[in-house]
C-alpha cells in the first residue's frame, strides 16, 4: 500500500520527488517504531494510541516541532488515502494534534551586504567563477527555489523577453523576468562554458566542473562560501536569498500579489510572511509620518 501512496503523491497530486522522499522516510521510521514496540500491530492496524506514542518518541528524540509536524502531515495524508482505499475503515489521526511552533520571521541579507556582494566580490576569473556569480545573481534576482534551480535548462531562458520558464513544486510552471545586468552574467555564463566543451544545449544550465548536472550540496557551499563573507546571518543558505528576494521587492514598495506570483506560491497566506519589515525601514516611516519625529 505505502508503495501505491508514493505512487499516488507522484502521479496524481504531482509532489516533488524530495517531499515523496521524505513522505517514505517518514513512514519508514512509523513502521519500524510500530515493529519494534508494538508487534502485535502493522501500519494499517495501528490505532490512535501507537500513532500519538510514535510522535512523544520523536518529542522525546529532541526533534524540532516543525519536523514532528510535517511528519503528521505525512501520516494524515497516508491514512485518508487508506481510507478511501477501503484499506481502513477509521482514521486513527483524526486526534492528532499537531504542536506548537514558534514564529520566526524568515532571515535575509541586507541590502547594503547583498549589493556588495554582487558588486565588490572577487569571483575568479574562470568557469567556476563565472558559475558561482550565475549561481548567486539567478538566486537572489530571480528568487527561484534551489530544486528550480539545478533543473533550469538553458532552453528556458528566453533572451529577447528576458524571462525565465521556471518548472516549480507540483510541476507548476511560471515565467520569472530577469534583469539587463542578469543577462550579462547568463551570457558570461555561457561562454565559459562553452569553452569548456560542455555546449549541452537544451540540458541544464548550471553543471560542475567536470560538466555533470549540478547537485544540491555544491550550491549550499557555494552560497555559504560567499555570504560569509559579507554578511553575519545565521542562516546562510540558498532559499536565504529567495527571502532576501521577496523582503527586498516588499521593502521597494511591491505589490503582495505580485511576489507571490513570482515566488510560485498558490496561497497569499505564504508571501505574507515577508511582510516583515527591516528595522532601517521601520525608522525610516516613523522619521517620515510622525509629527514628533
Request: charged share 25%; aromatic share 8%.
Amino acid at each position: 500500500m505505502r508503495e501505491t501512496f508514493l505512487k499516488y503523491l507522484q502521479y496524481e497530486k504531482r509532489y516533488s520527488q524530495h517531499t515523496i522522499t521524505s513522505y517514505d522516510n517518514d513512514i519508514s521510521q512509523l513502521e519500524e517504531f510500530i515493529t519494534t514496540n508494538f508487534p502485535e500491530s502493522d501500519l494499517a492496524t495501528a490505532s490512535h494510541a501507537v500513532l500519538r506514542n510514535w510522535i512523544v518518541s520523536l518529542v522525546d528524540s529532541g526533534l524540532e516541532p516543525r519536523s514532528i509536524n510535517r511528519k503528521i502531515a505525512c501520516l494524515r495524508s497516508f491514512y485518508k488515502f487508506m481510507l478511501k482505499r477501503e484499506v481502513i475503515d477509521k482514521d486513527p489521526t483524526l486526534k492528532i494534534r499537531i504542536l506548537k511552533t514558534s514564529k520566526k520571521l524568515p532571515q535575509f541579507v541586507h541590502e547594503g551586504d547583498i549589493t556588495r556582494l554582487l558588486d565588490q566580490c572577487e569571483f575568479s576569473d574562470d568557469f567556476s567563477g563565472a558559475r558561482d556569480r550565475l549561481i548567486m545573481e539567478l538566486l537572489y534576482g530571480t528568487g527561484i527555489r534551489l530544486a528550480e534551480l539545478i533543473t533550469l535548462k538553458t532552453s528556458d531562458i528566453n533572451f529577447q523577453n528576458r524571462t525565465l520558464k521556471v518548472l516549480g513544486k507540483r510541476n507548476k510552471e511560471r515565467v520569472i523576468p530577469f534583469s539587463l545586468s542578469l543577462e550579462r552574467v547568463i551570457d558570461q555564463y555561457i561562454s565559459a562554458k562553452n569553452s569548456q566543451g560542455f555546449t549541452n544545449d537544451g540540458g541544464v544550465l548550471l553543471v560542475t566542473d567536470n560538466g555533470d548536472d549540478c547537485y544540491p550540496m555544491i550550491i549550499y557551499r557555494t552560497v555559504k562560501k560567499y555570504l560569509n563573507q559579507f554578511t553575519t546571518i545565521e542562516k546562510r543558505s540558498p532559499h536565504v536569498l529567495r527571502h532576501t528576494f521577496a523582503t527586498h521587492l516588499l521593502n521597494k514598495g511591491a505589490e503582495l500579489n505580485a511576489v507571490k506570483d513570482l515566488l510560485g506560491h498558490t496561497s497569499l497566506a505564504a508571501t505574507q510572511v515577508y511582510t516583515h519589515n527591516s528595522l532601517d525601514k521601520l525608522k525610516a516611516v516613523f522619521d517620515q509620518a510622525h509629527p514628533k519625529a
